[in-house]
């Protein structure tokens, strides 16, 4: 697998703002790029696997990743104020103080590229941003699908789950023994949404999508309302992305330009 030698190493958590014990990464020299994972995912599964984190590595990159709080191998509360107010984004920022990074670029994959899009608004750290598995379809609010998430985490039958990509997470949470009923609360928390952002966001923003990936559509609609986005469109579904050799590429070649 790659980086698993280099993975785990020390184990290192930190206490972010309200307590919560949260696993990190830390490798490299360099200018840092922070990885930001996707909901069911965690760092092993969306940057490890796909070879985006070792990637980076061997391009000489400082490379920060997190598990964020319900996955992985950070603290999974349960109830459901652990999340609201926009926690996982001021985890980041938590995250960034405590390794006391100036200045970074963020890469993020779906719910990790929201977080992304939301930390570039808030934090002047950030000078730009790879959002892999967000497009068109992120630009409208999204309460329903949202809101059949926590359902779908917590049902008895999986199978009576009837939107295919909501299935998708549910069939992904239980092949890797995942906490389901923080996932439910993570996904229940209110948070801010990239239409609240999109008009915000003034770093330069890479937009890469699968063109299979049916949960995020065309990333051209996306870029094009950012002020300074940019749109890349791969082969693969919407967790495929990652694994694409053009996704990859295009992540190294927009990181050294900016």
Not at 98 to 121: K, N, P, Q
Not at 207 to 215: A, H, I
Request: aromatic share 6%; hydrophobic share 40%; charged share 25%.
């Amino acid at each position: 697998m790659p980086g698993a030698s280099r993975y785990l190493l020390g184990m290192p958590h930190f206490q972010t703002f309200d307590g919560r014990s949260l696993f990190y990464d830390d490798q490299g020299e360099g200018d840092t790029v922070l990885l930001l994972h996707g909901f069911v995912g965690d760092i092993n599964i969306d940057w490890i696997r796909s070879g985006i984190l070792d990637r980076l590595l061997d391009e000489g990159y400082r490379v920060v990743a997190v598990d964020a709080r319900g996955h992985g191998l950070s603290d999974k509360p349960h109830e459901l104020a652990a999340y609201e107010n926009d926690a996982v984004t001021k985890d980041a920022v938590a995250l960034l103080d405590e390794l006391d990074i100036d200045r970074c670029m963020v890469v993020g994959f779906s719910m990790g590229a929201r977080t992304a899009l939301h930390l570039a608004v808030i934090d002047r750290r950030v000078r730009a941003v790879v959002a892999l598995g967000l497009g068109e379809h992120s630009l409208r609010h999204n309460e329903r699908g949202i809101g059949l998430v926590p359902d779908a985490m917590l049902t008895d039958d999986p199978d009576a789950i009837e939107q295919e990509s909501i299935r998708h997470f549910r069939e992904m949470a239980d092949a890797i023994h995942a906490d389901r009923e923080a996932l439910a609360s993570f996904m229940a928390a209110p948070r801010t949404e990239v239409p609240d952002i999109v008009d915000h966001v003034a770093v330069p923003v890479l937009v890469v999508t699968g063109s299979d990936d049916v949960t995020a559509g065309d990333p051209n609609p996306l870029a094009d309302r950012l002020q300074q986005g940019k749109a890349v469109q791969t082969a693969g579904d919407h967790p495929g992305v990652k694994d694409q050799p053009i996704t990859h590429d295009s992540i190294v070649e927009f990181l050294s330009s900016v």
